[in-house]
């Protein structure tokens, strides 16, 4: 059955690729909280960030696929082998990831990410309550900034955005970020991961600020 046999190839493969984005969120938080307590001067934590996402989690959108159009509907040729049938199937799969990862993918990871961040700018604060609220803003935005930045290698030949670029207008990972956008200029989001990671870049630069004034 080809539905079966693409939906198989698919379901082995895609979650490589989701836990190749898994690991490269990790890497990410990581140097941004040895970033944060090198150039604040504090504590290292006591544990790095094991991001809790399930890959497993993130590939429904395989489990409902019906499979590559078989009909002969008008402009639609059929495929005439196994591998036109794999090729098919892995367009479609490189077409929904940005729809599908950017509706339950990026934000899982984003939300997973900011409870560790939460955690530790807590510890980081002692306390004080101004000072830990200006820390935890910077950690976030710099945070923010670096996943949004941040590559995965999907393969042993291939880089990719850890967020795809065309995710970011799409429901989910639109909204995980808009919660931190405070600039009218950016209300309706942003259009790409090289703009998204500049203005939180920007914006950790500010907090940083802020910091040292303090």
Same mark, same amino acid.
């Given at each position: 059955?080809?539905?079966?046999?693409?939906? *198989?190839?698919?379901?082995?493969?895609?979650? *490589?690729?989701?836990?190749?984005?898994?690991?490269?969120?990790?890497?990410?938080?990581?140097?941004?909280?040895?970033?944060?307590?090198?150039?604040?001067?504090?504590?290292?934590?006591?544990?790095?960030?094991?991001?809790?996402?399930?890959?497993?989690?993130?590939? +429904? &959108?395989?489990?409902?696929?019906?499979?590559?159009?078989?009909? =002969?509907?008008?402009?639609? *040729?059929?495929?005439?082998?196994?591998?036109?049938?794999?090729?098919?199937?892995? =367009?479609?799969?490189?077409?929904?990831?940005?729809?599908?990862?950017?509706?339950?993918? &990026?934000?899982?990871?984003?939300?997973?990410?900011?409870? $560790?961040?939460?955690?530790?700018?807590?510890?980081?604060?002692?306390?004080?309550?101004? =000072?830990?609220?200006?820390?935890?803003k910077y950690?976030?935005?710099?945070?923010?900034?670096?996943?949004?930045?941040a590559r995965?290698?999907?393969?042993?030949?291939?880089?990719?955005?850890?967020?795809?670029?065309?995710?970011? +207008?799409?429901?989910?990972? *639109?909204?995980?970020?808009?919660?931190?956008?405070?600039?009218?200029?950016?209300?309706?989001?942003?259009?790409?991961?090289?703009?998204?990671?500049? $203005?939180?870049?920007?914006?950790?630069?500010? $907090?940083?600020?802020?910091?040292?004034?303090?």
């Amino acid at each position: 059955n080809g539905i079966k046999m693409q939906k *198989k190839h698919l379901l082995k493969n895609e979650p *490589k690729n989701i836990l190749a984005r898994i690991e490269s969120c990790e890497n990410a938080i990581n140097k941004t909280v040895a970033n944060v307590y090198i150039n604040l001067e504090l504590e290292s934590p006591a544990a790095q960030y094991q991001c809790k996402v399930a890959a497993t989690d993130h590939v +429904q &959108f395989l489990l409902d696929w019906p499979g590559c159009r078989t009909d =002969k509907g008008k402009g639609v *040729k059929l495929p005439q082998s196994e591998e036109e049938y794999l090729s098919r199937a892995k =367009k479609w799969c490189t077409g929904r990831r940005a729809i599908d990862y950017g509706r339950t993918l &990026f934000p899982a990871l984003i939300n997973d990410a900011k409870k $560790y961040v939460s955690e530790i700018s807590k510890i980081w604060a002692k306390n004080d309550a101004e =000072k830990g609220g200006i820390i935890y803003k910077y950690t976030v935005y710099s945070m923010l900034g670096e996943l949004c930045g941040a590559r995965a290698s999907v393969d042993k030949a291939r880089k990719a955005q850890l967020f795809c670029d065309r995710s970011f +207008q799409k429901q989910g990972l *639109k909204e995980s970020l808009q919660r931190y956008v405070i600039d009218d200029k950016y209300t309706d989001g942003f259009t790409s991961s090289e703009q998204a990671a500049s $203005y939180f870049n920007k914006k950790s630069q500010d $907090y940083f600020c802020k910091f040292r004034t303090k």
